[in-house]
């Protein structure tokens, strides 16, 4: 069985007033050298670096995940550790999804998305660029179910 996974993009329009979802088409395979999303509407010229790939996974709410987004997640912790609440960034790395935790803006914490529970999206760091400035890790809040 051959199971294919749809690709999708999101990214701000070029006016970086609203987001925009498609296929992505980078600068460098545009005639124009501008990156556009397209989709059934037709196409859009976006910013280049909001370009966010949907990661397979929704949130609690059934709102897509990707790239750059910021989420509030139920992790299990380490060995008997109890469940604890934490907030990251979401990236792809090599070949899986991850999502990033901080303190004091450096990374702290690596976690598989599929290996947390409970995953809400708060927000993105394009629209929250201060996220990386802050210390999420202050707000642990540990809990036992």
């Not at 509407?41 to 929704?58: F, Q």
């Not at 912790?77 to 070949?95: C, E, I, M, R, W």
Request: some cysteine.
């Amino acid at each position: 069985m051959v199971i294919f996974m749809v690709i999708e993009f999101r990214a701000k329009k070029r006016n970086k007033t609203a987001w925009v979802y498609g296929a992505y088409i980078p600068a460098e395979f545009s005639s124009l050298n501008r990156a556009w999303i397209i989709n059934k509407e037709g196409s859009c010229e976006v910013d280049p670096k909001t370009v966010g790939m949907w990661s397979g996974y929704s949130d609690v709410s059934a709102n897509k995940i990707y790239d750059g987004d910021i989420v509030e997640f139920y992790s299990y912790g380490f060995a008997n550790y109890p469940l604890y609440k934490d907030k990251g960034l979401v990236q792809h790395t090599s070949d899986e999804v991850s999502i990033i935790t901080y303190f004091d803006g450096v990374p702290f914490i690596y976690y598989r998305l599929i290996e947390l529970v409970e995953i809400k999206i708060i927000g993105n760091i394009h629209d929250n660029p201060d996220f990386l400035d802050n210390s999420p890790r202050k707000d642990v809040e540990y809990e036992s179910r």
